[in-house]
């Protein structure tokens, strides 16, 4: 069994359980994203805590690609470029789907 594939069910779960904490939180555990959050008295706290919301829905999303991709056979392949993945970079996030070199030409 691989590290990375440990570390990423870890990952997984904990992004869950704070995103469902999250959640009731900001009040909408029933998932309705339908209202304007613009009205709320605590706007700070509100934005503050979307934010952390999205972030973690994000990071969640990326960890469920990465353990699609190991049931697929192409994880550690970029998605981009389809060389390997550094192990090193890798193991430092474990759900990456693309190399340095495509990962540093994204974020220009
Ligand atoms: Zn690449």
């Given at each position: 069994m691989w590290a990375e594939l440990e570390d990423l069910r870890r990952q997984l779960d904990s992004a869950a359980g704070e995103l469902a904490a999250v959640r009731v939180a900001r009040g909408d555990s029933s998932a309705d994203?339908?209202?304007?959050?613009?009205?709320?008295?605590l706007s700070s706290d509100w934005s503050r805590i979307s934010g952390l919301a999205a972030a973690l829905g994000e990071r969640r999303a990326g960890v469920e690609r990465a353990l699609e991709r190991i049931d697929s056979g192409t994880?550690?392949?970029?998605?981009?470029?389809g060389r390997p993945i550094g192990r090193a970079r890798l193991g430092a996030?474990?759900?990456?789907?693309?190399c340095i070199e495509c990962a540093r030409e994204m974020s220009r």
């Open positions: 994203d339908e209202h304007d959050p613009d009205g709320s008295t994880y550690g392949a970029c998605a981009r470029c996030r474990p759900a990456a789907d693309l």
